[in-house]
């Protein structure tokens, strides 16, 4: 027990610099990648302290306390992840903090706001379907759904799910809200709907979705990682290899594809969830 | 201290002009000039921004939509009137729906000159603009104003302006 609150206490203080620093090396790699100096690795940081210094246009009370409830779910999620919960309850906490984010963004009567957390529910449909598999995929190659019980596995998970993977990976791309699938929130706004989801949120509230979502990217590299990782030390160091080429690999998409309409996202996830990750289930059964 | 310094947000708008200063506002962000490795980002939002940079002179079709970007954005904020058309209209002063320059609608802090105006130019009132963002909110830390008192403040006496 003193464990896992030993461990969701260092992911709770830990995982905001993490996550604040890789946004910021996102950042100059991104501006590298266009021939620009680009902002210190540390602009994030700089971004959320000047975010709460700034004046808070509360549009309703509502909308604070769900922003609040985004943050604290996804906080939630990564802790019962890397204390080494259950990984069903884990997908199931991160859907929670998902919907909070939306209610927080329907909240407010803006057009903008409200489009941004129509395409943030299409997201979370064509997303969802492939996280499940995942967790199956985990159940299927280590006989458990407990996150210690999957990394203490002779052999690694990707072994015998490759496909997962894949497909995982597929979908990592709507989670980090990278293009080509930036539908709800870009990094960049002047597109057709302002800012989208995170539109009528100013000040502190706004700094509290962006330490959120370093908590949330955190998370999800730790899933990529978990892919990788087996009783034997050296696969840590490997999985810490490919969380990095996975994460220079976003950002190289992010940089080379221009956003693509709702549609074209629903039916390319759900194909490759199908075909790639559907398929290696499938073998996976027979085989075992 | 120097909170605002490292992070001015920008948000940009277009009035009644020529598109010269608009496209020079932009090329602010290519790799020639890049001011993203000073922190600015352009973000289209006004919730988000800290600057207002307002190219164009008013006419009677921008001037709600200029006086509704200003009170959408937070305190502290500055705005910055880029080109001689922000100024006074400019070239196009005399035409019959130019109400005239930003400070008809709003006050205006910071005026580059220029037509078009220069990058370095903008990039210049860009950095003024930091420095009075945060002398505003030395101001505002030093007198104990909370933000919100002070846009409530102003709203009131807006509307016994009105009256």
């Known amino acids: 027990m003193l464990e896992v609150i030993l461990r969701g206490l260092v992911f709770i203080i830990a995982a905001p610099f993490v996550g604040g620093l890789l946004s910021g090396i996102d950042r100059k790699i991104t501006a590298r990648m266009q021939g620009r100096r680009g902002p210190s690795i540390f602009q994030s940081f700089y971004d959320v302290r000047k975010l709460l210094s700034k004046q808070v246009l509360i549009v309703n009370s509502l909308q604070h306390m769900l922003v609040w409830g985004f943050l604290i779910f996804v906080v939630f999620t990564g802790v019962l992840f890397f204390a080494g919960e259950d990984i069903l309850l884990v997908i199931f906490s991160l859907t929670t903090a998902v919907m909070f984010m939306v209610m927080a963004s329907y909240s407010v009567n803006s057009p903008f706001s409200a489009m941004g957390s129509q395409r943030e529910l299409i997201q979370m449909m064509s997303y969802e379907p492939m996280l499940l598999i995942s967790a199956v995929g985990f159940y299927m190659a280590t006989g458990t759904f407990n996150i210690k019980g999957i990394m203490q596995a002779n052999i690694p998970a990707i072994v015998y799910l490759p496909g997962v993977f894949a497909g995982f990976l597929y979908i990592l791309t709507v989670k980090l809200g990278k293009s080509p699938f930036d539908l709800s929130n870009s990094h960049h706004a002047h597109q057709e709907m302002v800012k989208g989801i995170t539109t009528e949120m100013s000040g502190s509230v706004f700094a509290l979705i962006e330490i959120a979502h370093w908590y949330e990217n955190v998370f999800l590299l730790g899933i990529v990682g978990l892919f990788i990782v087996s009783n034997q030390w050296w696969s840590w160091i490997i999985a810490g290899i490919v969380i990095l080429i996975t994460f220079f690999l976003e950002i190289l998409i992010d940089n080379t594809s221009a956003r693509v309409k709702w549609d074209v996202m629903l039916k390319t996830v759900w194909a490759i969830t199908l075909v790639v990750g559907g398929i290696n289930i499938f073998i996976l059964d027979i085989i075992r | ?163």
């Open chain 2, 1 to 163: 201290m120097a909170k605002l310094k490292k992070s001015p947000w920008i948000i940009h708008y277009d009035g009644s002009s020529c598109n010269g200063c608009d496209i020079e506002v932009l090329a602010c962000l290519t790799p020639l000039y890049d001011v993203e490795r000073f922190g600015v980002i352009n973000t289209g939002n006004p919730k988000h921004a800290d600057i207002l940079l307002i190219t164009g002179g008013i006419n009677a079709q921008n001037k709600k939509v200029v006086e509704q970007i200003y009170q959408q954005m937070p305190e502290p904020k500055v705005v910055v009137a880029v080109g001689i058309c922000a100024y006074n209209g400019g070239i196009f002063k005399e035409c019959y729906n130019i109400l005239g320059g930003v400070d008809k609608v709003i006050p205006v802090d910071i005026y580059v000159p220029g037509c078009a105006a220069r990058p370095e130019s903008i990039i210049d009132g860009v950095v003024q603009a930091v420095d009075l963002l945060e002398m505003k909110q030395d101001y505002f830390e030093k007198n104990g104003i909370s933000y919100n008192k002070a846009m409530k403040n102003k709203n009131e006496s807006n509307k016994e302006n009105e009256s």
